[in-house]
């Protein structure tokens, strides 16, 4: 059974910062990738910063210079470090990875954090 456990989240002001972590936990081959997504109310759910498969990032357009995304050395545990937050950055945040196991690969997810940015 593969858990991605999440934390980190709360209630910031605008212009503050908040540090949220993920960590995969199981029988776990491998990570493929692993990241962030949020989804606002009413909105889609939408992709915040990955590292992709082979390590690179990709970052959302509204959080490049503000985000960023690290990981730990064994690649269990990924890292969203959220900087100069803005109230349209508040949503639930969702951990999400494509993990192989001993019987298949497939994406996981988190069970969210919610973020709000309020003065």
């Known amino acids: 059974q593969v858990q991605l456990v999440e934390s980190g989240g709360g209630l910031v002001q605008p212009g503050g910062s908040l540090r949220l972590s993920c960590a995969a936990s199981?029988?776990?081959?491998?990570?493929?990738?692993m990241g962030w997504y949020r989804q606002a109310p009413g909105k889609e759910r939408e992709l915040v910063a990955f590292f992709n498969r082979g390590g690179t990032t990709n970052y959302a357009d509204s959080v490049k210079g503000r985000f960023t995304i690290s990981r730990d050395n064994a690649g269990n545990t990924v890292y969203l470090q959220m900087n100069s937050l803005k109230p349209e950055d508040t949503a639930v945040y969702y951990c999400n990875a494509d993990i192989a196991t001993c019987y298949r690969t497939q994406a996981y997810w988190g069970q969210g954090t919610q973020v709000t940015v309020s003065s």
């Open positions: 199981g029988r776990i081959f491998s990570i493929n990738a």
